[in-house]
């Protein structure tokens, strides 16, 4: 609406120097035939010619101005007013004039028109006389009036209809905002199914799109969460059901002979033993699955690192005569967590003992680049069939769950382990034959980059 008002005045400035021009271009031209004549004659020398008295009180009459005639002596010798014959009068426009040139000056505050134009000689061609014309502009004011007016009335009819089209406009585009509104209320309040369609214009096409498959996510993440929890209650029941049954079993009976009591409790030991497994691998769970902040990078000797774990797990594949080696070419410095990647890895050797046969072998193997250092886990074991290897990072999964059980499994270690990696912005990946092995590769950078 800004231009709208300033319209008025553009439009109304035009007008006005326009019908101030055309005025002038006007006079001038009738100015000229009397200037001819004037020319003709010698006028200015003081030859009485009653026709050029009576053309230029015309000239006069209908402009309703004042001419003077000016002679080379810069007498006024003729003054349609009758105020000033006889005087003379050196101004700057009358002395430009002399030099042959014409000077036209718009007065806009007492609002007239003033020209000083040269009377040449016939033959010499030389200024022997100057004409000065003054004109009242009033007829252009009130031209600019009505103009006024007609602009106003425009700029009103303009005015309301952009404010219609601008209401109209508004409207229709946030209209779909109050879609969006309503189905963020309906997230809050916990209903995660709907999906928003808002094909008004692109981009809230686009907006609906990206909140849609934001929602999904949100779904799938509420999904886990719920499957998890789930899992969690079902996995830290089964222990208990379990040292219930022996238990009640125990007190049912009158007179227990003591061996039973021994075989029992210790079966309720083992239960006790894999409840705090459970439990404490789902500590771990969550602290890795914590924010970055959490993580404790240090400059840390990997061959060192691998060397203990193989020491500490030793005694367990020795325990089912499987070969464990380590083979490291170069010496490793890396920013690593050293806690979060020991859990890491040896989970990965712990499993190759665990799911392997009597007399196996597990190779370590440890490389590095110039970015990255990585390590090979590998085992002669019984492998894992090719569609369970997607599943196997998941929390909980076993391929077979009884095995896995009576060899002490919780299902979350390789899911520990595979957060512990992506944590340090590194990679985990499975190659395995079934009744042939697996070789499970760790890639993590040398240096952590937050
Ligand atoms: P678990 O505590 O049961 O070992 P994991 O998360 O470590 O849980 O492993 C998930 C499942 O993947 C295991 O139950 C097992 O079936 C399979 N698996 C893991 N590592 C191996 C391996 N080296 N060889 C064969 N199967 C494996």
């Not at 010499?124 to 014309?133: F, P």
Request: with cysteine; glycine share 4%.
């Amino acid at each position: 609406m800004i231009p709208i008002f300033l319209m008025k005045y553009v439009i109304l400035e035009n007008y006005e120097d326009l019908a101030v021009d055309q005025k002038g271009v006007m006079l001038e031209s009738q100015c000229q035939q009397i200037i001819e004549q004037i020319s003709e004659t010698s006028y200015v020398h003081g030859e009485p010619s009653s026709m050029i008295d009576t053309e230029i009180a015309q000239l006069a009459a209908i402009y309703g101005g004042r001419i003077i005639i000016v002679n080379s002596n810069f007498r006024i010798i003729l003054d349609t007013f009758g105020i000033d014959e006889d005087k003379v009068i050196i101004s700057e426009e009358v002395l430009q004039s002399f030099l042959g040139s014409d000077s036209v000056n718009y007065n806009r505050e007492y609002q007239f028109l003033e020209m000083t134009i040269p009377i040449p000689n016939r033959e010499t061609n030389e200024t022997e006389g100057v004409v000065i014309i003054s004109v009242p502009t009033v007829d252009v004011d009130s031209g600019k009036a009505s103009l006024s007016n007609t602009v106003l009335i425009l700029q009103i009819v303009m005015s309301v209809l952009i404010c219609l089209l601008a209401f109209y406009v508004a409207r229709m585009l946030t209209k779909p905002f109050g879609k969006i509104t309503k189905s963020l209320e309906e997230v809050q309040g916990g209903v995660i199914e709907q999906e928003i369609s808002i094909p008004d214009y692109t981009e809230t096409q686009l907006l609906a799109e990206a909140y849609n498959r934001m929602l999904k996510r949100m779904k799938i993440q509420e999904d886990s969460r719920q499957e998890f929890v789930s899992n969690v209650s079902h996995e830290l029941k089964t222990p208990i059901t379990s040292m219930k049954v022996l238990a009640d079993s125990l007190l049912a009976q009158e007179e227990v002979p003591v061996e039973l009591y021994k075989e029992f409790m210790s079966d309720i030991a083992e239960e006790i033993d894999r409840e705090n497994k459970i439990i404490s691998d789902l500590l771990s769970l969550v602290k890795m699955d914590k924010k970055s902040s959490d993580i404790n990078i240090q400059e840390t000797n990997i061959n060192q690192l691998i060397e203990l774990i193989l020491k500490r797990l030793r005694p367990i594949a020795a325990r089912h005569n499987i070969e464990l080696v380590l083979e490291s070419f170069k010496p490793i410095l890396a920013e690593v967590d050293e806690t979060k990647l020991t859990l890491a890895l040896s989970n990965l050797v712990e499993n190759g003992i665990k799911y392997n046969q009597e007399d196996g072998w597990v190779h370590v193997s440890l490389n590095v680049d110039s970015k990255y250092f990585y390590v090979k886990v590998e085992d002669s074991g019984i492998g894992i069939p090719e569609e369970a290897q997607e599943h196997i990072f998941e929390r909980f999964y076993r391929v077979d769950k009884s095995h896995s059980r009576e060899i002490g499994g919780t299902g979350l270690g390789l899911a520990i382990t595979r957060s512990a990696v992506l944590m340090h912005h590194g990679a985990i990946k499975v190659y395995s034959k079934e009744g042939e092995g697996t070789t499970f590769t760790v890639r993590i950078p040398l240096k952590y980059v937050p």
